[in-house]
């Protein structure tokens, strides 16, 4: 089955710095990449996806990469906020019928944004 | 608005004891999921149901049981076999892998904790 190792699980960053998180994934079968964020007590929440026919997408300071030959993607959070404090998850699927749409879950990240 | 719903939002449970998680949405989901949480972990894929009156295991099944008999619910029992329950549960939905609208909905989760 699927495996989605994540790095790094800890990350601290000052006010208005950058946050990278990376991911990489076992399964060549897998096309969609999405990314959750969670805070306290709280459900994750989607935050940006991507498909294996996209290379970046970006929402506002958030972009999301994707490298298929070497199998990871990675988070990038610009301008970062103490409102982006949360742990931040990765996941991958393969989004056919036959699999439904199972995610398999990285570990997380835990980010602090030090104001 | 469209969402889920989990109830309750803590439990207590005293050994030997088996208990009910009740997870509700109304977003007309086909697919529904469990997933189990532990402090600093990822999420761990415990059943999923791509349509009702079907379900699977996914990586940590044993001392769960679940159903689905309608679509909008599908509780989780926790039962006594379940040797370590302690933990945050979360349930999610997700549309068909062919739908235009991807990643999953989470719920607010269970705190679940053996007294």
């Known amino acids: 089955g699927e495996n989605v190792e994540q790095h790094p699980s800890t990350l601290s960053v000052q006010e208005g710095d950058s946050a990278v998180i990376k991911c990489t994934y076992s399964d060549s079968a897998s096309n969609y990449f999405p990314w959750y964020k969670q805070e306290l007590g709280k459900g994750p929440q989607l935050i940006i996806d991507i498909r294996s026919n996209v290379g970046e997408k970006k929402d506002q300071r958030i972009a999301v990469t994707l490298n298929k030959t070497a199998k990871h993607f990675s988070l990038h959070i610009t301008e970062t906020q103490p409102e982006d404090s949360a742990v931040y998850f990765c996941?991958?699927?393969?989004?056919?019928?036959?699999?439904?749409?199972?995610?398999?879950f990285g570990g997380g990240t835990r980010v602090l944004v030090k104001p | 608005d469209g969402g889920i719903t989990q109830s309750p939002k803590y439990l207590f449970r005293k050994e030997g004891q088996n208990v009910t998680l009740s997870c509700e949405q109304n977003?007309?989901?086909?697919?529904m999921y469990w997933y189990r949480q532990d402090p600093g972990q990822g999420l761990r894929l415990i059943y999923y149901s791509q349509i009702v009156n079907d379900f699977q295991k996914g990586d940590i099944a044993e001392g769960y049981s679940v159903s689905r008999e309608k679509k909008e619910s599908f509780p989780l029992t926790v039962t006594s076999a379940q040797k370590n329950p302690t933990a945050f549960y979360l349930c999610?939905?997700?549309?068909?892998?062919?739908?235009?609208?991807?990643?999953?909905?989470f719920g607010s989760g269970t705190r679940l904790t053996v007294v």
């Open positions: 977003l007309n989901h086909d697919a």
């Open positions: 996941a991958a699927s393969k989004r056919i019928k036959a699999a439904g749409n199972k995610l398999t």
């Open positions: 999610a939905s997700s549309p068909p892998p062919d739908s235009m609208v991807y990643g999953y909905t």
